[in-house]
Each structure stands twice: as structure tokens, then as C-alpha cells.
């Protein structure tokens, strides 16, 4: 079994909110990837379209309950009118 088939392939969401009559551009992304260690972290960087925006990173148990977590904060940002690109 090579390094490459045992690191697992980081999941990630992205979507957009635009709204010229509000002058509104908004992004928001999540991604999960494993660090050297075998930790799982979920990535949360959200702002302007265009712009770095800010980033929340956060330790998740495992992969299941990484799935679980963008699951639902994608259904929370699709319900906020996000459209996932």
C-alpha cells in the first residue's frame, strides 16, 4: 500500500450569494484534510467574492463525522440563499 492510497481525498463545498440590488457578492467554502498526523480538520473561509476572506479552522473526530458536519452547514447556507458552484 503506497502513501498516496492511504491519505484521503479532501471533500470540500463551495458556494456563492450575489445580489446586485443589495451590492452583495459573498462566498463561502469548506474543505476537510488530513494533517501529517492523521488529524482531520474542516476549513471554513468565507467573505467577498474576490477577497481572502476570513477562515475558521476546526479538529473533527473522523472522516464520518467530517461528512456529517459539511452536510449541514451546507444545508444551513443553502438555506440562506447560497447557491453551491
Known amino acids: 500500500m503506497t502513501i498516496a492510497s492511504m491519505t484521503p481525498m479532501p471533500r470540500q463545498f463551495y458556494a456563492e450569494r450575489v445580489d446586485p440590488a443589495r451590492n452583495m457578492a459573498r462566498f463561502y467554502a469548506l474543505k476537510v484534510s488530513a ?37 449541514a452547514i451546507a444545508r444551513q447556507k443553502t438555506r440562506r440563499g447560497y447557491q453551491p458552484k
Do not use: H, T
Not at 48 to 71: A, N, P, T, Y
Open 35 to 71: 494533517d501529517l498526523f492523521g488529524a482531520m480538520w474542516l476549513e471554513r473561509r468565507w467573505g467577498r467574492i474576490g477577497s481572502r476572506g476570513q477562515i475558521k479552522v476546526e479538529l473533527v473526530d473522523d472522516g464520518g463525522d467530517s461528512s456529517k458536519r459539511i452536510e
